[in-house]
Nanobody, 118 residues
Framework: QVQLQESGPGLVKPSQTLSLTCTVS??????????WSWIRQPPGKGLEWIGY???????YYSPSLKSRTSISRDTSKNQFTLQLSSVTPEDTAVYYC??????????WGQGTQVTVSS
């Protein structure tokens, strides 16, 4: 049973870079056909997909966030990381990491609250 756990600072100042890490256990992030994703949910709003890093190490980002987003991985630690630059209060959200296939998001982390405030 794969498990995912998000970690990172809960408070980020405006204009800084938000950095979160997802640690995966019970399965390798290089296993074929999985897409390791980041999703967020701002307060009072729906889920927003941010992007993924694939088992191939390819990345793909939401067009609306692409200019500020970078997702990378460390296979030796079985982790993948989100960096979101130039944050504003509108980036305040609960951030989730998840394992996806082409058909669904089957496994999720518990989520971590990130607040952007000075």
């Amino acid at each position: 049973q794969v498990q995912l756990q998000e970690s990172g600072p809960g408070l980020v100042k405006p204009s800084q870079t938000l950095s979160l890490t997802c640690t995966v256990s019970g399965g390798s992030i290089t296993t074929n056909y999985y897409y390791w994703s980041w999703i967020r949910q701002p307060p009072g709003k729906g889920l927003e997909w941010i992007g993924y890093i694939a088992y191939t190490d390819n990345t793909y980002y939401s067009p609306s966030l692409k200019s500020r987003t970078s997702i990378s991985r460390d296979t030796s630690k079985n982790q993948f990381t989100l960096q979101l630059s130039s944050v504003t209060p509108e980036d305040t959200a609960v951030y989730y990491c998840a394992r996806a296939t082409l058909s669904d998001f089957g496994s999720w982390g518990q989520g971590t609250q990130v607040t952007v405030s000075s």
